[in-house]
């Protein structure tokens, strides 16, 4: 039962640099998500996916690219990382839009960017 | 989406039961009550969802006012294991199903 996994655990990149923060689902779930978390805080929204080749802009999107290229998979990119994108990073996956749905969540990516 | 209010935290102790507040007065019709939590260095984990009926399942129950302007959260009998942040989040169909995420109820399990 491998749900949704994310791929590195921890990172720290140097200001500048740029990253692919990988997530993969087992499950068929139409939809994906990317969250951020800072310390203290709930989740926010970065991106969202309703299925291949269909992305759109959450709460946070600024900094941040996504594709979804197949329905397992849905990469999320840090172009020239700055400190402020310190944080940890949730994908998570759900069978459709439904509210009564149910999402499921990655361990997370913990990323510090110096 | 509408807000939801919870308090910052909450203690209990192991094996006596935990009722988590959350206030919700802005609730509209179509809008599901769900309740995820967040143990420690972990993804958020769905935990119970209802839309106007009191529900049950293994890990919770889930109580909802008649007026639905707020719900309990019911851990039947808290184990150490229990101890986690907990969300509510109201779910609207219009929100095309993203989760809206406020600071949660810190609850603590004492043994």
């Known amino acids: 039962n491998a749900g949704v996994t994310q791929t590195p655990k921890f990172r720290i990149l140097k200001i500048g640099q740029s990253m692919t923060l990988q997530c993969t689902q087992d499950?068929?779930?139409?939809?994906m998500y990317w969250y951020r978390q800072d310390p203290g805080m709930g989740l926010k929204l970065i991106y969202y996916?309703?299925?291949?080749?269909?992305?759109d802009k959450g709460e946070v999107p600024n900094g941040y690219n996504v594709s979804r290229s197949t329905t397992e998979d849905f990469p999320l990119r840090l172009e020239l990382a700055a400190p402020s994108q310190t944080s940890v990073y949730f994908c998570?996956?759900?069978?459709?839009?439904?509210?009564?749905?149910?999402?499921?969540f990655g361990a997370g990516t913990r990323l510090s960017v110096l | 989406d509408a807000k939801t209010t919870q308090p910052n935290s909450m203690e209990s102790n192991e094996e006596e039961p935990v009722h988590l507040p959350c206030n919700h007065s802005?609730?509209?019709?179509?809008?599901?009550i769900h309740w995820y939590r967040q143990l420690p260095s972990q993804g958020p984990e769905y935990v119970i969802h209802?839309?106007?009926s009191n529900v049950n399942n293994r890990m919770a129950s889930l109580a909802i006012a008649e007026d639905r302007k707020s719900s309990t959260l019911i851990l039947h009998r808290a184990t150490l294991r229990d101890a986690a942040v907990y969300y509510c989040?109201?779910?609207?169909?219009?929100?095309?199903?993203?989760?809206?995420f406020g600071e949660g109820t810190q609850l603590t399990v004492n043994p």
């Open positions: 998570a996956s759900s069978y459709n839009r439904l509210a009564k749905n149910i999402q499921y």
């Open positions: 499950m068929n779930h139409n939809y």
């Open positions: 996916s309703v299925g291949a080749g269909i992305t």
């Open positions: 802005t609730i509209s019709g179509t809008d599901y």
């Open positions: 209802g839309l106007t």
């Open positions: 989040i109201l779910r609207r169909e219009t929100s095309g199903s993203r989760l809206t």
